[in-house]
């Protein structure tokens, strides 16, 4: 681990940003389109992102600001961990037991930020997001215990590396099919996209969470969200659909994935959150057991099926 | 009050302004009657997401608040309580002829005739109610403003904030609160 580590991580940070920002911009036209409207500029995540930067902000405390900024440096901490196509940052350290915990320095930040302004629709919303991250962590991580006892590895480019080369056939998702339909369901719910929204709902709980941010906080949190989705979807993919050989086939396909979550985002309505959590634990749980005990006890999955 | 249109930003406020200009994200007080021409606005018919505009959950995170109609004395307290909540920069469009002089309760002793008095106006629009045409017409108005520097409602208001604090007291009158926040 050198100097240029840091650089190289440097750049995937800003080529990330420029990327995932760019791709939420063209999924709000998406999302107008399957609403009929013509949709914003391609460019307006940009432009609202830095007109939240320009702005003045109300601080409600040591606690608030600080979370903003732990918050938004440990996901770009974990940022950096993320291979792509194979490239990484600092190699041999895209565990996806060091990317879930690092993950959760952000997590935590932003509760606390969110707790420490004092509001209660935010602290309403931090509750429903935890509870929220507990539906869906239960199923995927059964699945993903699953192919890491499977495969010996826990390494995301190893296992990513193993389903290339054979086509879609190889992809994760297609040898083992019910744990690929929860890794997309619980990917619905790791992004907060509806109908597991229940934690942001603006007209019931005025955007919980975010309910105090204003100015330059917002923007922060903005830009943390474009981290955070970037991270959210880049495990899915190398975990489930092969990752990708080279940086355009992996960018391609993360695009396409990201915006299926956002379609079947534009045509669902909100779950409340007791319900989030009984849907999570009843079908996907069952199918992540159901994929679990199939690969354990059969060997099928690991093997290829034909 | 006039509101002097001099222009006075560096390089830098020009800048933000363009970014402040193409992403007004509103704040709407739709306790008069105006809220059911928003609907329309914002759907698939006049979509005014095209322009950057949209609606947010809470004045912290709003730019423009949008008072539609008329506004009770009891509502008008509610609405300084949420303007000085926003951050700055910050910008208020009156909707509607109640906002501008009254309207049909020029001579209601619940309402308050002019907004003005209370808080920094940017734009009017003007209408019975105004139809969602007129909006978007209005708010190309208000982007223009932003882009020269014209709508500067929110310095206004800090500069002169002695005559709007007056105005409001003389409206609201004083109350007097006894719990264990206020002692």
């Given amino acids: ?306 | 009050m006039v509101l002097d249109k001099k222009d006075d930003r560096n390089v830098w406020e020009k800048i933000g302004d363009y970014f402040s200009a193409n992403s007004i994200w509103m704040k709407w007080y739709c306790t008069g009657c105006g809220a059911i021409e928003m609907p329309p606005t914002m759907t698939s018919r006049f979509d005014m997401e095209r322009l950057g505009m949209g609606p947010m959950a809470t004045p912290r995170q709003a730019d423009v608040l949008l008072i539609t109609g008329y506004l009770s004395t009891k509502t008008l307290r509610r609405v300084i309580y949420s303007y000085e909540q926003m951050n700055s920069p910050r910008f208020i469009v009156a909707f509607g002829s109640c906002t501008i002089n009254g309207g049909i309760y020029y001579d209601s002793y619940a309402t308050i005739g002019r907004l003005d008095k209370y808080l920094p106006v940017d734009l009017y629009i003007s209408g019975c109610m105004p139809r969602p045409e007129t909006i978007m017409n209005g708010f190309s108005g208000l982007i223009e403003m932003i882009k020269k520097g014209e709508a500067k409602g929110w310095k206004h208001y800090q500069e002169n904030y002695e005559w709007y604090k007056k105005n409001q007291l003389d409206s609201l009158g004083k109350i007097i609160i006894e719990d264990e926040f206020h002692e």
């Fill in chain 1, 1 to 306: 681990m050198n100097v240029m580590n840091f650089v190289y991580g440097f750049i995937v940070l800003v080529c990330v940003f420029i990327f995932q920002t760019t791709l939420t911009g063209l999924n709000r036209k998406v999302t107008a389109r399957l609403q009929k409207r013509y949709g914003a500029r391609w460019y307006q995540q940009f432009l609202d992102i830095f007109k939240a930067l320009r702005k003045d902000s109300t601080s409600h405390g040591w606690v608030f600001d600080f979370g903003v900024i732990m918050a938004l440096g440990g996901i770009m901490a974990t940022v950096i961990f993320i291979p792509v196509a194979g490239f990484q940052a600092f190699p041999g350290l895209d565990n996806v037991f060091v990317i879930s915990y690092l993950l959760a320095v952000g997590m935590l930040g932003m509760a606390m930020s969110a707790a420490g302004s004092g509001n209660p629709w935010a602290s309403i919303g931090v509750a429903r997001a935890l509870t929220n991250m507990l539906a869906y962590d239960v199923p995927l991580m059964i699945v993903i215990f699953t192919m890491i006892f499977a495969f010996d590895s826990s390494s995301l480019s190893e296992i990513s590396a193993m389903q290339q080369g054979m086509g879609i056939l190889g992809w994760n998702a297609i040898r083992m099919p019910l744990g690929g339909i929860v890794a997309i369901i619980a990917l619905l719910g790791m992004l907060g996209k509806k109908p597991f929204d229940s934690f942001i709902a603006p007209a019931e709980i005025a955007s919980g969470p975010m309910v105090e941010y204003g100015g330059k906080h917002l923007g922060f949190m903005f830009i943390l969200h474009e981290f955070m989705t970037f991270i959210e979807v880049s495990i899915i993919l190398a975990l489930f659909f092969g990752g990708g050989a080279t940086i355009w086939e992996y960018l391609l396909k993360y695009a396409i994935l990201y915006t299926f979550t956002n379609i079947i985002s534009g045509v669902m309505p909100r779950f409340k959150i007791d319900q989030a959590v009984k849907y999570f634990f009843k079908l996907p749980l069952a199918m992540a057991i159901i994929q679990g005990l199939v690969v354990i006890f059969t060997g099928l999955g690991v093997t290829l099926w034909f």
